[in-house]
């Protein structure tokens, strides 16, 4: 089930009404949340929920055995099973093939012909976060941060808890399960606050991001016979939409889980306003960022490593390791390999950590150095969007290659797309007056009255039903 | 909770009336902006349907292959049956649409027969909201008006239709903020209403356009996406046509020869058609294999895909010709 469509417009007031109406005993709406959740997931392919189940189960068991047991060997073992089952999913579902393809030409390639099969599988939706998601429960248990549930609804509820069950956020169990076990209670201001920002996710899912989706997929099928402008406006447009689409999905799950009284992680923080790199990372996908530095670069060794060529190892291996996790394509290896080239330089000078706070707060406006470091970040991951975007890597380099050579600047192009500029200069606008909140429509009561509120939250909604694409279009993190 | 939900009720209530306004505002644009240009081929169509007096012997339906080539005048000369002839197709008209029309038109008509113009195009998709949509919204209040929005709509259709006409009519944004602009804001004209139902374009695409810019150049449609729905509707107007005692005959306006040819697998179309058509017993000519001689893709096509005025004469007078011949040879 699509957040933007028809099939969920009667899904949430309808399971919204009966968890707070009906279902008021904490343990009744666990259950609740978990009977709806699966449905959520089983009404895409109800198959799938057999993997959701299965590593919903492992990853309870191996816990529970976890806090039975202080003998390391078996501790190991018990974390080994784990780490098999969901990554042995993730193996079979997502890079099987891909692993088959590369094997077959690298061998063909010496002149050995192998004979191996490719599976006729789809990806299930949303099997790297979910499978992240209780890796994380089972690690931390592993390590003693967190202990075991005993139940297992709120367990098996956190796991695939609907809001953030196919795209995130990643939540880490021992922010996420708590709020399970604890008894809940509808929060008004906290209610309001949700459907404020699940309006805002929807208008940059819905207006940006789909729209600039045309474009976006028309340039990147034909981008052999155009001009730079309409390239550059191609991969300008390829940035807006991701983290529109993205991050709309973020904002609306985040929004949707504030509904039913539970606060998810940010996902997002304005992470087109870093001055840097660093800056960037610590803004994007914020939930896999920590992830994967809580669970793979601080086990490598992080940054406080004796040598040099070690941190650039980490490094190296974090950002590679996250493009691959997108997708089993040379295109986001590749990807991830130049952000890991656009992180080194900061981090080998000590310099990755100059930006921690939000820039330019209190004012209206950035330094002209501040702004001359947003734009240059933000053209550096632009760059690095085109191999993210591209089918293949040649592809990629073939863009680039057209954009700086084919120069010709037609302005048909510009205008042919002026209500989209619009509507992302609207964005950009929004979210930088409100870059020291948590999403863009958490307007301060005293800078804005209701009625002023009031006719935003109108005028929003009503551009949603006016400029929405005619069949809702999935969110790109679907894939992943 | 009770704030919360009165405040969301509100909010509801106050977009709703916001979208009806809007919606009707924009819905301006097919009623009057096209409307009073001769723009909009559907209502005009309907409109003068429900003014006339004199009853309809013979029936046209289907897509624009089915409005843009069967001249009605010129048919019903041949026929001797002036003013008797009536063009129903309609853009994209699937044989749903088709059936729900035919069931319109028997409620106050009977006629002797019905030609139906087969594009394999319509039958591989059910899904054009706004094609059924031309038709139903300009369709007056009856039992066949009511079915087919019963039977041609999925619910979440139906409560767009019914609920959001700011959702319906959203394409007509761009117009309508264009003419408040005070700028141009109609649409290219794509040919000129001429009465029952049918509408003529005298431009004549050239031989070079049709060679090097034509759309079945990326033609990749299969047979196996003709949908079931489509065959089960066609089966239908042909139950209706045998309940009612009207004589059916399938036909297929021609194309292009070039267009034709650039669809590698038109053949296997042509045959699902006939076959269809031998087995219900229901003749069916098909122009793009019986080629009309006098039609040359230099003269009589104003696009890849559709005859011109002249086109449409020379082929209206062959059509003519061979109902006339079935007649003849039926009786």
Known sequence: MLFNSFEYAIFLPVVFLLYWLVFTELKWQNIFLLAVSYLFYGWWDYRFLSLLIFSSVVDFLVARQLSRTEIPKYRKRLLIISLISNLGLLAVFKYYNFFVTEFVIAFSGIGIDLNMGTLKIILPVGISFYTFQTLSYTIDVFRKKIKPVNDWIPFFAYVSFFPQLVAGPIERASQLIPQFTKSRKFDYEQARDGMQQILWGLFKKVVIADNCAVFVNATFANYAELDTISLGLGAFFFAIQIYGDFSGYSDIAIGTARLFGFNLMRNFAFPYFSRDIAEFWRRWHISLSTWFRDYLYIPLGGSRVDSKARLVFNVAVIFLVSGFWHGANWTYIVWGGLHALYFLPGILSGKNRRHLNTVAVGKYLPTIKEFINIVITFIFVVIAWIFFRAETVGQAFDYLHRMVTSFDFPVRPLQKNMILILGITILIFVEWLQRTKEHGFQFEKNKLNKPGRGIIYLITALTILLLAPKNPSVFIYFQF | MRPFIFQVMVYSLLLWLLNWGVGNYLRTYETKDLMETGQFFPALRWQEYYQRKVPIDLLMLGSSHAYRSYDPKVIGQVLAKEDRVYNFGSSAQSPLISYYVLKEILEKQRPEQVV??????????????????????????????????????????????????????????????????????????????????????????????????????????????????????????????DQENISLVFTSAPMPEISVNKIKNYQAFYQIFSELAAKWKVPYVDYNIQRIENLSDKDHYYDDDHLNASGARIFSAAVADYLLKDKRSSK
Do not use: W
Not at chain 2, 123 to 147: E, I, V, W
Not at chain 2, 198 to 203: E, L, T, Y
């Open chain 2, 116 to 241: 139906m113009d087969l594009y394999y195009m319509v039958f591989t998709n059910d899904n054009q909201l706004r094609n059924r949509r031309y038709n139903l919204g300009y369709m007056q209040a009856s039992a066949a008006k009511t079915a087919f929005f019963q039977d041609g709509f999925s619910t979440e259709e139906k409560v767009i239709l019914t609920a959001f006409p700011a959702l319906v009519y959203k394409d007509y944004l761009k117009p309508k903020v264009n003419k408040l602009l005070g700028r141009p804001h109609l649409l290219k004209k794509q040919g000129n209403y001429q009465g029952a139902g049918f509408v003529s374009n005298p431009d004549t695409l050239s031989i070079e356009k049709l060679k090097y810019q034509n759309q079945f150049d990326y033609f990749e449609r299969e047979t196996n996406e003709m949908t079931e729905s489509n065959f089960e509707y066609l089966k239908k107007i042909k139950l209706l046509c």
